[in-house]
């Protein structure tokens, strides 16, 4: 029975430091997941992710706004209303697991039934087909201070799931784990999720991890959100500065808009070569833009003709073996170019020719940040 | 960002709401609750004790008057000479017993932590021991040994023609047993801060051309003078507070500390109990002022570079010196602990503590369970160990609860006014024990048909007493468990007291068990605050060892201190065993 989540207007202001500055932690956000969606609030550390997770499941109370799970209003300030955790039937995935290292495998997974009162027999099903769709069914009776870190992530994956709650909630589930199961886990996570059909909010500081797991990915800064949508529209379509370099698009050229044809626009750079990038809304002509470029949209070999060509000098090349990273002087400035394969094509202090999609370059006011 | 236009489209209407009631007023009823608590124990007793100081009538005659409350009296009391020595006589016993104990304790440290002295491990643990002896049983074995006319030591030196005496019923006598006893104090924060500092430190020093001393004296000393002189300060409030030892060693001679002037007054007739009171805060003043600038001087340690890092240290190659070290530490030991243990020994089971000669020491025939037989004849005595276990766990129990509420309320609650029941809470840390007897005695004796007298009373004051401590071991117990524990029991359905009861308590019962355990060990051993509020129904063993002691008879003396001991070392190796250590630092805290 997953539900669908709306959050009105979120708010939560902390009064910290001395004198005494009051700080948004969670500064108007407003989003709704469909039942069964997993939506992934990316951010850096301290844009109010976490908080406004929190304020989801009930551990933390906002200073405004409303929270509303399958129709039923869980949190209202204005109007008094703020439902303890307990009452709220969410299941929370957290970053340090939380499995309680007391009791085994099965006792954890148990917990939330006992504490609701489902028979034994009825409890004992549930713990089963929990532990089978985690795949730890034959470790049941272990205590969970014997299981590795993903396995205890599994238990407490199980745990939250096994009252088939309305919401799933997970913070940084993976974070504490080393690379490589990060990357099993990952996926993992998401096919699970996605078989029981709940809706999940999922908060993480890897655009990566977003990427792979989220339906749709909330990116948000400094307590606002500053684009919510698909992954491939964050990734190429980027609403503001920010979404773009967070989700990778290192490279910042400036210049100013020439002339603006639909979504397009031409751009002079400071070396007087002209630039065709994706404007903005609100880009208008004469003024002063940034503009963000992925490493790894940088055309190193283009074929034929076209536009957006440069002539760039090799300033050094960073072999990775499976990729290779080059530092370029183009247009009077220094951009990153990425190239795939183990192969590197191109020599330190040459001069090549590459190429700028147009459709990959976007603007942006350069005030913005 | 569509999806936020819908959303906010379609706010509120078809929206159905929750039914939850919230008992906003809870957390505000159990602050008050928890302050109420406090306030029985620790602001009511101490409040009554100023009133006492203030007055001059005597509340068991008189009942409380407020009517002559005026800061006359107590300046009247203060402007005694009477008090006025007893005081000078503390700060030169403790002063004195403190400069000791540092010499000591940092020669110890330094041994211990940075020479290659052998068996550094061994000694370090021996060296502990003098920690969990009573003062009184210290007090008593040092009469035993060096009492001027029939000390065994002076027995010895008759003996063997040595024109040498010892006279431990002196001013240096209590300076003696105070440094001795309270040198482990000094050696623990030193040792630590030695241990825990960045050796690169002095090899800097080292290579820019200074020599070894020239090291210790300009950049190791400085470094670790923060823990000195907190450890310093420590064993000086310690010992402000002790009875056990002036009373033994002190009163004979007639040199009255601070402590054992007190209790002279109140065992007048008729009992000065308002003077009382005024020296009883006389030595609270001294001791807050003393705690105020031990918590200065460990706030003042940042410079001291203790980093998280753990660093192997120096230790210094002593070459052939290494044994005089040796033997120096082995020298203290047995000073410390194989002698008054030895005389104890001899004391308890020597019919007659009359040795003629060296011989005679080892003639068996002289040694019998007849002390022991004489003192379990008494009923008084097992009557005093089964009140004092009562009592024990009395406090065990009620202070582990409170100090539970009080550590999970501070650290995991957001408790309206936890800050103050923080406070409150850590007040009886510039109490000595005696004192809160005192103020026990003020609040409740003039109360017909209430405490006084009870076993609670006693319960009571120990918990008031160990409070601060129990709370601080608790709530860092509490602290090491990741809040999100119980977060997620809470998000999984279960209430505060159910999580409390099925994830908080399991996993934090090592720290609870020992803390109420320690509880259990500081109770029976506690006599400061005892000896105001006992009666003859609740006789507790560290009173009735006193008994014994001022009754005269040394062969009894010694027999229940030795049975104390053991009764000590039993329940401390359990604690130890039960959490690792806990014990010892408890023990150390409180004296």
């Keep these: 029975m997953s539900s669908e989540l709306r959050v009105e207007q979120l708010r939560k202001v902390f009064t910290t430091g001395r004198p005494p500055v009051q700080k948004a932690a969670v500064d108007d956000v407003s989003f709704t997941i469909a039942a069964g969606e997993i939506v992934v609030l990316l951010g850096p550390s301290g844009c109010g992710k976490t908080t406004t997770l929190r304020c989801v499941a009930g551990l933390e109370h906002p200073t405004s706004g409303r929270i509303v799970i399958g129709g039923t209003m869980y949190t209202d300030p204005q109007a008094g209303v703020l439902v303890p955790p307990r009452s709220r039937n969410l299941g929370m995935v957290f970053q340090s697991y939380a499995v309680w290292p007391h009791m085994t495998v099965r006792q954890n997974v148990a917990y939330p039934l006992k504490a609701r009162g489902t028979t034994r027999e009825a409890m004992n099903k549930a713990v089963e087909e929990a532990l089978d769709l985690v795949e730890l069914r034959s470790y049941a009776d272990r205590p969970v201070t014997q299981l590795s870190g993903g396995q205890m992530q599994r238990v407490a994956l199980a745990r939250s799931m096994v009252y088939q709650p309305q919401i799933l909630l997970l913070d940084e589930p993976l974070s504490n784990l080393d690379a490589q199961l990060r990357l099993r886990l990952r996926d993992d996570l998401r096919r699970i999720i996605k078989r029981v059909g709940l809706t999940a909010l999922y908060v993480t500081h890897d655009q990566a991890e977003a990427v792979v797991l989220g339906d749709r990915i909330g990116v948000m800064r400094d307590g606002k959100m500053r684009q919510l949508d698909t992954p491939t529209e964050i990734y190429n379509r980027p609403a503001d500065l920010f979404v773009a370099g967070f989700s990778g698009a290192s490279n910042v050229i400036e210049g100013r808009v020439a002339t603006r044809r639909g979504d397009q626009g031409a751009i002079t750079l400071p070396t007087g070569e002209t630039l065709v990038a994706r404007l903005g809304a609100g880009v208008n002509e004469g003024e002063a833009v940034k503009i963000a470029l992925r490493p790894d949209n940088v055309d190193l070999a283009p074929v034929g003709e076209g536009g957006n060509r440069f002539k760039a000098h090799v300033r050094s090349r960073h072999y990775q073996g499976s990729q290779t990273v080059y530092e370029l002087d183009l247009a009077g400035t220094t951009i990153e170019a990425l190239e795939v394969g183990s192969n590197a094509s191109h020599q330190e202090a040459t001069d090549i020719m590459v190429a700028l999609p147009p459709d990959l370059c976007w603007a942006y006011p350069a005030s913005s940040d | ?591």
């Design chain 2, 1 to 591: 960002m569509d999806a936020q236009a819908t959303s906010l489209a379609m706010g509120g209407a078809q929206t159905k709401q929750h039914t939850a009631r919230t008992y906003s007023w809870l957390p505000w009823a159990w602050a008050a609750l928890l302050i109420v608590v406090l306030a029985f124990l620790i602001i009511y007793p101490t409040t009554m004790l100023l009133i006492g100081a203030l007055t001059t009538g005597n509340p068991v005659v008189d009942g409380y008057q407020l009517s002559d409350l005026s800061i006359a009296n107590f300046l009247t009391v203060a402007a005694n000479p009477n008090v006025a020595s007893a005081l000078l006589n503390s700060l030169i016993a403790c002063g004195g017993g403190t400069l000791l104990a540092v010499f000591i304790g940092l020669s110890f440290a330094w041994v211990v932590v940075r020479t290659n002295t052998p068996w550094k491990g061994l000694i370090a643990s021996a060296g502990m021991l003098p920690l969990f002896v009573p003062p009184l049983v210290a007090g008593v074995a040092w009469a035993i040994l060096g009492s001027p006319k029939t000390g065994l030591i002076n027995l010895l030196m008759a003996k063997m023609g040595l024109p040498f005496r010892v006279d431990l019923y002196s001013m240096t006598g209590m300076i003696f047993v105070f440094g001795i006893y309270y040198a482990p104090y000094v050696y623990m924060f030193t040792a630590a801060a030695l241990r825990n500092m960045d050796p690169s430190l002095e090899e800097a020093a080292e290579i820019s051309g200074a020599s070894a001393t020239r090291t210790m004296a300009t950049v190791t000393f400085p470094l670790i003078m923060p823990a000195i002189i907190s450890g310093l300060l420590l064993s000086f409030i310690v010992m402000l507070g002790i009875y056990g030892i002036p009373a033994v060693l002190g009163s004979p001679a007639n040199i009255n500390l601070l402590t054992t002037y007190i209790f002279a007054l109140t065992a007048w007739s008729p009992p000065q109990y308002n003077t009382a009171a005024s020296v009883a805060v006389i030595l609270m003043i001294v001791t807050g002022v003393l705690v105020y600038l031990q918590q200065k001087a460990i706030s003042g340690r940042s410079y001291t570079t203790v980093a998280g890092k753990a660093f192997r240290p120096r230790a210094l190659n002593l070459g052939p010196w290494r044994f005089l070290t040796l033997g120096l530490a082995i020298l203290y030991i047995f000073i410390v602990v194989v002698l008054p243990t030895l005389a104890l020994i001899v004391a308890a089971f020597r019919k007659f503590l009359f040795i003629r000669d060296i011989p005679a020491l080892f003639d068996m025939s002289q040694y019998s369970w007849i002390h022991f037989n004489k003192m379990f004849d008494n009923p008084l005595t097992l009557q005093s160990i089964y009140n004092s276990m009562y009592v024990g766990i009395l406090t065990a129990i009620v202070g582990g609860i409170l100090s539970f509420a009080i550590g999970y309320t501070i650290t995991r609650t957001q408790t309206p006014g936890r800050r103050i029941i923080d406070v409150i809470t850590t007040i009886p840390v510039a109490i000595p024990g005696l004192v809160i007897g005192v103020a026990y005695l003020w609040a409740w004796i003039a109360l017909p048909g209430g405490l006084y007298g009870t076993f609670w009373i006693l319960a009571l004051a120990f918990v008031a007493r160990f409070l601060p401590d129990t709370v601080k071991a608790l709530s860092t117990s509490l602290m090491q468990l990741h809040k999100e524990l119980e977060e997620a029991a809470w998000v999984c359905g279960r209430g505060m007291l159910g999580t409390i009861g099925t994830i908080v308590l399991p996993l934090a019962r090592p720290g609870v068990v020992a803390g109420m355990t320690l509880l259990f060990i500081l109770a029976i051993r506690e006599l400061g605050s005892s000896l105001f509020l006992y009666s003859s129904g609740t006789m507790v063993m560290a009173v009735q060892l006193l008994g014994y002691y001022e009754g005269g008879n040394i062969g009894i003396t010694a027999a229940f201190s030795l049975v104390q001991m053991v009764l000590l070392a039993v329940l401390i190796t359990f604690t130890n065993w039960l959490s690792r250590g806990a014990a010892e630092g408890g023990v150390v805290k409180t004296g």
